[in-house]
């Protein structure tokens, strides 16, 4: 199982991302989806999750109002919309997925994408 994160760049304040995390080698409509971002030297935050239906979200405190979590489980993808973004929100994000390959759970992680607010 693979996870690939895209849609980083450089955004002004006050604009908007989206970003996408692409799953192979699995199925992601049997899990929740989580989005996690970290900054250098800090402990990688939680952002939210979405569960494996679509049905629920759940987001950190710092995010809620401006973000907002939707998969396509048919395209085996996740989604981030980014709104009203502050320099705060510069991270590199990763999506994250506990799934069930073989016959073990594996913690999945993309390789990350960068996201820098700035003018």
């Known amino acids: 199982g693979q996870l690939v994160e895209s849609g980083g760049g450089l955004v002004q304040p006050g604009g908007s991302l989206r970003l996408s995390c692409a799953a192979s080698g699995f199925p992601i409509s049997s899990y929740p989806m989580k989005w996690y971002r970290q900054a250098p030297g800090k402990e990688r935050e939680w952002v939210g999750t979405?569960?494996?239906?679509?049905?629920?979200?759940n987001y950190a405190d710092s995010v809620k109002g401006r973000f907002t979590i939707s998969r396509d489980n048919a395209a085996n993808t996740v989604y981030l919309q980014m709104n009203n973004l502050k320099p705060d929100d510069t991270d590199v994000y990763y999506c994250?997925?506990?799934?069930?390959?073989?016959?073990?759970?594996?913690?999945?992680w993309g390789q990350g994408t960068q996201v820098t607010v700035s003018s």
């Open positions: 994250n997925c506990r799934a069930f390959l073989g016959r073990n759970w594996s913690d999945l």
């Open positions: 979405i569960t494996s239906t679509g049905g629920l979200t």
